[in-house]
T-cell receptor, first 112, second 111 residues
Framework: DSGVTQTPKHLITATGQRVTLRCSPRSGDLSVYWYQQSLDQGLQFLIH???????AKGNILERFSAQQFPDLHSELNLSSLELGDSALYFC???????????FGQGTRLTVV | GQNIDQPTEMTATEGAIVQINCTYQTSGFNGLFWYQQHAGEAPTFLSYNVLDGLEEKGRFSSFLSRSKGYSYLLLKELQMKDSASYLCAVRERGRDDKIIFGKGTRLHILP
């Protein structure tokens, strides 16, 4: 158990819908990273938050947004969903300047 | 931007040694990670190198050469459970803190 919690574990929804994925980082970790992993693809960096502030953006679609709350949990919002958004979404957390990023178990999103 | 290259697939025999290479290009380097990922599961941390040289941790070792933009992961005494994808990732230096992953190397272990 990495200490990073993601909910829900599985999500099935229809095209055009909106979903929210939640991540609770390890106790004490201020950084949260979000990644998308499609079938047989690598981990694509989406966005990084540190202590509530956006620090870096990757190839995140405009239909996607995220935030980190004062209690440090983070949410990834995906809207106007398309079939191609079906993927595993991982979050990872780390200490400031920490060596390791610890991953949650992921949310498997299926858009039908 | 960043570019991380590693072989797509490798095959090795149980009990043997395998070396997985990773080359990278980045505008600012602040460390290199190796992660193991079994299919459908979360990546798990294996090693972190920020200075040149070899880091050994049990059956796994990782090497870094910053001047060459090169790292390798060495797995010894291979076991069937080592069949997984191995992900090389680079952390950028500075405020724009990203950890960017390569596409991973899928390692198949044969009995």
């Amino acid at each position: 158990d990495s200490g990073v919690t993601q909910t829900p574990k599985h999500l099935i929804t229809a095209t055009g819908q909106r979903v929210t994925l939640r991540c609770s980082p390890r106790s004490g970790d201020l950084s949260v990273y979000w990644y998308q992993q499609s079938l047989d693809q690598g981990l694509q960096f989406l966005i990084h938050y540190y202590n509530g502030e956006e620090r870096a953006k990757g190839n995140i679609l405009e239909r996607f947004s995220a935030q980190q709350f004062p209690d440090l949990h983070s949410e990834l919002n995906l809207s106007s969903l398309e079939l191609g958004d079906s993927a595993l979404y991982f979050c990872a957390s780390s200490l400031q300047g920490g060596a390791e990023a610890f991953f949650g178990q992921g949310t498997r999103l299926t858009v039908v | 931007g960043q570019n991380i290259d590693q072989p797509t697939e490798m095959t090795a025999t149980e009990g043997a040694i395998v070396q997985i290479n990773c080359t990278y290009q980045t505008s600012g380097f602040n460390g290199l990670f190796w992660y193991q990922q079994h299919a459908g599961e979360a990546p798990t941390f294996l090693s972190y190198n920020v200075l040149d040289g070899l880091e050994e941790k049990g059956r796994f070792s990782s090497f870094l050469s910053r001047s060459k933009g090169y790292s390798y992961l060495l797995l010894k005494e291979l076991q069937m459970k080592d069949s997984a994808s191995y992900l090389c990732a680079v952390r950028e230096r500075g405020r724009d803190d990203k950890i960017i992953f390569g596409k991973g190397t899928r390692l198949h272990i044969l009995p």
